[in-house]
């Protein structure tokens, strides 16, 4: 499927916090109505992703893209993936259009080096950028219990503009599978960016 106009183009980072899941059915959900999206994921995630699930990704940001695009029947153009310090992607730029930026899962040692600006990887400056040009940033942790520090650094976050949507999918809807539970997190995150979509249906619809 190719990038029409009216698609959207967005960022989406996979760092090292537990539940791969949630990024890997978002991934598929945007490529599936043909968003294009540039793909960033941290060391840390490569590992947890080999731990929680069947995706072997190689090492290399090439390469992981080949494999990707293979797996979900994809062109290069509708989906890049771009190395830990690739300055000259897009997302590292204000002046690309990149409609909005999620970070799923999103690591408390991401959601730290967001809250203070560090943009010491390609992860951390493409959030910034979100933020610095008022674009929808929408982190998605990962994490129990939280700390105070964890507390004030997405307080902070959220202050600045940034949506705060923890991985807690509700139960109303009686899950009979860990997929339906990830569905229901990942279609709230659709819903934030105006992207229609058919996973979980509204309350009282």
Not at 180 to 186: G, P, S, Y
């Amino acid at each position: 499927m190719g990038v029409q106009e009216s698609n959207k183009t967005i960022s989406l980072a996979w760092s090292g916090a537990s539940g791969a899941q949630y990024g890997i059915r978002l991934l598929e959900c945007l490529l599936g109505a043909g968003h294009r999206v540039f793909l960033m994921l941290s060391k840390p995630a490569q590992i947890v992703i080999a731990e929680e699930t069947d995706l072997n990704l190689p090492g290399r940001s090439g390469e992981i893209a080949r494999v990707l695009h293979e797996k979900f029947s994809v062109s290069a153009d509708q989906l890049q993936v771009f190395g830990r310090e690739e300055w000259t992607a897009p997302v590292a730029s204000g002046s690309a259009k990149i409609d909005a930026m999620v970070i799923c899962p999103c690591s408390m040692a991401t959601v730290s080096a967001v809250a203070v600006g560090a943009s010491k990887t390609l992860i951390e400056r493409a959030a910034d950028v979100m933020l610095k040009e008022g674009r929808k940033l929408i982190l998605v942790p990962r994490e129990t219990p939280f700390s105070i520090i964890h507390l004030e650094n997405m307080l902070r976050l959220a202050r600045a503009g940034a949506i705060v949507l923890p991985a807690s999918p509700g139960f109303y809807e009686r899950p009979q599978s860990v997929d339906e539970l990830v569905d229901f997190v990942v279609a709230r995150i659709l819903d934030q960016l105006a992207i229609p979509q058919e996973l979980l249906a509204p309350w009282g619809g």
